[in-house]
């Protein structure tokens, strides 16, 4: 086989071979490939648009240092992050010749074979920078030249690329204790780009997290509410609710590493409050905290009408060395195995026949799609699935969402995709592979006789565009 | 793409799209699609095949209002059961007319793309009733108008489909309490349609079912042994065996939430069955208790060759509000995580080695399939694997299937089909998606040289009807 | 169809069926299929290479009584092991007439239709011993003359094979109380074959083994070191391990039901240890003495560079009546549910971040492949993913390892193919699988315009031949 340096990106790429369906998925294809982006659920920084003169720094500013799906697979083989300019805790010494982090980032890009992270970055260079070649240890000063480039160029500032991507609307993740500045900025800046928050309260409800104590400070001051109790704490918790639905927010997004759920009696989530406010609750008492707190979450959500998003199974920061130096995020969450059927049988008896509640459940554990969450949202009123989550949002985690979700739950009971991505430049990729898979998925749909092309063009369209603006109340 | 208002039924439907294989699965598919149906495990009601001239009643009767596959896929949409005509335990108001029920059914049909029962309900709708349009909003009352009459004719009474079904065998599964008047009425009716009955003692075995004393004095009655002792329900249960034989029964059928099983000393079961008489069983005695009959059970079959058929997984009635209004069956069990290996040590080492032991295992969790259930099944003489069960008897659950369970445990430690339904018009329908879905998958064994066209021929007979006919020991 | 008497071993057998695709798989195959195997993995026993004129024995001793693959399968239908000459542990009464067993077998082979094992059969009986009929009852005695007569040639014995089937080296597992007596006898031999040692502790370990405290006098005695404390025993193992790899050993082994790790402190482990030598070492006691051994063999594993096998999940000897009547490795090891997440966090966060370690991790549970086992190994630098195994290491075993591992992982953090075999004539049909496997994947990578031809090129490379080497430090 010839050598071949020039990115492999088909028309038709990511589509089953079998000419008949590869047609028709083209055709679902193109139907959607212009529509445009629906992000309800991203961790991009809202910082990065609120200045209308804003920039994504160097080449490895933008691609390798804040993307933890790219520098844990180096990590993986050995590489440490400090080679890879990723900034220590105590402030110690990394990298900081950012084009020897690209040469490291280039010379192992044969990692990347295979992987969704590899079809995304090749998408990217070449479909948003133009960057015909593929990436090689030879030729990565050269390319980094040619992005260093482009991204001093205004079309290459975020706002300029939000525009270019086609992004209809993007929801932001920001904590119940954030002021929300970036926010309020972009709406005073009459840019016409809809950035919405999301209400993400993890770090005041998990109560063993490094720093509980000063996040209830922090919300006792954003809320004016002084939380000296679990009374006062529902009560700033919904004051914070309101404030983030006043600036936009149509949803709330709960992480948790069980979803496991039980109502506790007043006095009782008093007490472990209490114990908690002076330093002593356990695990147990953490547990038992998170476990109440997502009922009441659910009852919020029925109460003020925001979107509820659970997302269940990852376990953080498993690699505490790592943690205790780069601080979290740095690809050491693994996931572990999920239940579902049992733990949230309580919250389900008593909000998930409400048709106000709208719950959007994601797992890391694959094996609950068919057993697990297909059957319940193809049951309660209340409950949604959420696409493939992290790991799985590639093509063959997508595929075995399909084929495992689909047929109990009803495509009407997910709701399309999520980017899910702090990586700006990464979404147009995402949502394209997406709509791709999906496009197939349908066509093999069509060519076993199972729907017909009707059908399959509705279908399609949900997937793309509909069902992601359903769920999410999307104005 | 242009408007379809005809179903979509081609000859060559579920079969994958390479030439090859599809012209191959054809052809296998060919050589079986014509042979009876033998359905060893079914929930179709006796009563309607009892009275020579019974009826289905209306359009809504037959195909929504009994099938909680259909309308908990309405539900998870928000519509209340009420509307959709289902009956309240307290007999209050639902929705009287039938035609306002089939037209909220055919303005939500779209709830079935992709789903087993829009499938089904397309190959009933066409394939039974010889509706040629595809269902939709405004055809809705025109169709019902179809039916209804049809269904007023005599070759649309239910023992004339039974015929014209080509059932071979039926096998219903009947209460242990259960007096099978209706087996009886059929027997000496004189008809010649085969329908056997199958002992299915749960409602006695699991303490804490709701009304269980009741049940204990209902089997008192119908054994003529007072139920007062452990070892007077045996006795009383190995009875209600022997009846059941006698009517023609050639299984019995457990449901278990966890295939836990242990065996008790004769003093403790004696105790706990007393706890359990007054009233005072708790969960662990039950969950104890069953464990011991589970294996009490399997002594019983060696004694009696009833084939043991063993459901293991499902949390029925999840839905607290739903099961007080409208009671069990109403699409609200959902599986939950289910073990086998370790579960099933007792049983296996005390009967598994027994050749008179037919086991037969059902799973809703498919993790297990290739975990332990093959393993199981691919080496206690005992133990054969069920069809794919309930949520997974689908194309894809099929597929997952035959992928997971085949290798390890081989062909013949398996037993065909169960349509294990309680829709009667359903089982044409899915007795041929087995029958596709098990050509298309030895197709892609020949096209990739697994297996030869001679062993391909004789797997597909295996499979829609000899393995079935074996493992139930059906004459 | 016709009646097929010959094997079916296409040219382009296991590949997928789309021409375009199969084209793809069929070269890359072709860059691999003649290279040397790698056999870092396997139970062969070394008895066999050690004599120049060794012997397999009769075609009953070669291809059914040592496989447990084989006579599990006719073991599960209800033919009794003493019918296959499986040898008793009390010598009582087994067929001897090898005739007989290999008529047994023949008129069952249907059995393995579509398993791997009926694969792995075919390509021996074809390409190894020339046998051109497919095996069946009528020709079995043909058959097993043709087969007897080859075994009596001189390319037939043990050493021929190994270099007619290109095997560059094998990795025998042997118990840390071997003395490496044939592997001692091979390299006096000056034969130039290399078969390498690796070290098995397992039955030092696992405190509740039958005959532990015959193990430990055994270790005692073949280390000079008298294991009379926890402090002595871990002595005589590094005194073992280093004795290994003076004979060439690179690296070790072991096999967990649970991967549960966790460090005791140095008195617990005494103290543990101590109540083992009097036989009063409890589960609880086992299972946390082997958490805490697992730790410390990654100590080792740094110290002395061995690579660290990790074998999770079998239930051993699960049918007590087998292991009773014919002892260990009789088919019926079962597999049970594997956490890794939890269970190993230990034991990484010690030793997973050391660039010295390599840790092979192995699962029967494919339920975490993607949700645990490719997290993990795309983060920690020491760990890799062994490939499937056991009743995995099949085509649809192999089908979903790449497809749930390799996005997450990453192609380089596995290792290619283990045989993992006793069987010694079925490790080229074993390789071969593999390649056509890997061949396949690739290409379906290919067509989907994933990776490009010139790094299928690599990749296929890397999965036949290169991994295995680098991950087994084989020099």
């Known amino acids: 086989m010839k050598r071949n340096l020039k990115w492999n990106l088909s028309e038709d790429r990511f589509f089953d071979p079998e000419p008949t369906q590869r047609r028709i998925a083209m055709k679902l294809y193109d ?29 490895a500013d933008l691609l390798i240092i804040p993307d933890h799906y790219v520098f844990r697979m180096l990590y993986s083989q050995g590489i440490p992050l400090e080679n890879l300019g990723i900034p220590r805790r105590d402030g110690g010494p990394t990298e900081k ?57 205004p079309e290459f500032q975020p706002r300029a690329l939000f525009k270019r991507f086609n992004i209809e609307v993007m929801c932001t993740t920001d904590a119940a204790t954030d002021s929300l500045t970036y926010h309020q900025m972009l709406q005073r800046s009459g840019w016409s780009g809809k950035i919405r928050p999301t209400f993400r309260p993890d770090a005041v409800v998990h109560l063993q997290t490094p720093g509980w104590r000063d ?9 004016g509410i002084a939380v000296t109790s679990y009374k006062n704490f529902i009560r700033a918790l919904e004051d914070r609710r309101a404030f983030f639905k006043s600036m ?4 709330a997004d709960h992480a948790t590493e069980s979803a496991y759920t039980a109502e506790l009696r007043p006095s009782e ?28 979450f659910a009852r919020m959500s029925i109460d003020d009408g925001l979107v509820m998003q659970l997302h269940v199974g990852s376990i953080r920061d498993h690699n505490h060395y790592i943690y205790g130096r780069f601080g979290p995020n740095m690809g050491a969450d693994i996931p572990s195995q999920s239940e579902f059927t049992k733990n949230l049988r309580p919250l389900l008896n008593k909000y998930g026949i409400d048709t106000r509640l709208t719950l959007i459940l994601f797992t890391l554990d694959e094996s609950a799609y068919a057993r697990e969450l297909a059957p319940l949202a193809g049951h309660y009123p209340a409950v949604l699935l959420g696409p493939p989550w992290w790991f799985h949002d590639s093509l063959n985690g997508m595929r075995r969402y399909f084929d495992r979700v689909m047929e109990t739950a009803g495509l009407q009971n997910t ?21 791709r898979l999906s496009a197939n998925w349908i066509a093999g749909l069509v060519v076993r006789g199972i729907v017909d092309k009707e059908d399959a063009s509705e279908m399609i369209l949900d997937m793309a565009y509909r069902l992601a603006k359903k769920a999410y109340k999307i104005p």
């Open 31 to 59: 139907s959607v490939a212009h529509l445009p982006i629906i992000s309800p659920h991203s961790h991009v920084d809202p910082r990065l648009l609120a200045d209308e003169h804003g920039s994504f720094g160097t080449p």
């Open 97 to 153: 010749d950012h084009r020897k982090v690209w040469q490291i980032f280039a010379d192992h890009f044969y990692l990347f074979r295979g992987t969704p992270t590899g079809v995304w970055l090749a998408d990217e260079l070449n479909n948003v920078f133009g960057i015909e070649e593929k990436l090689t240890g030879q030729n990565a000063q050269s390319i980094y030249d040619q992005i260093e480039a482009k991204l001093k160029r």
């Open 215 to 223: 996040n209830i400070k922090a919300l006792s001051k954003t809320s």
């Open 248 to 251: 936009g927010a149509l949803a």
């Open 269 to 296: 989530a008093e007490a472990i409050f209490h114990r908690a406010l002076h330093g002593k609750a356990n695990a147990e008492d953490a547990r038992r905290f998170n476990a109440h707190m997502i009922m009441e």
């Open 415 to 435: 709701v399309g995709f999520n980017d899910d991505t702090r990586a700006f430049p990464s979404i147009p990729a995402r949502h394209d592979l997406w709509r």
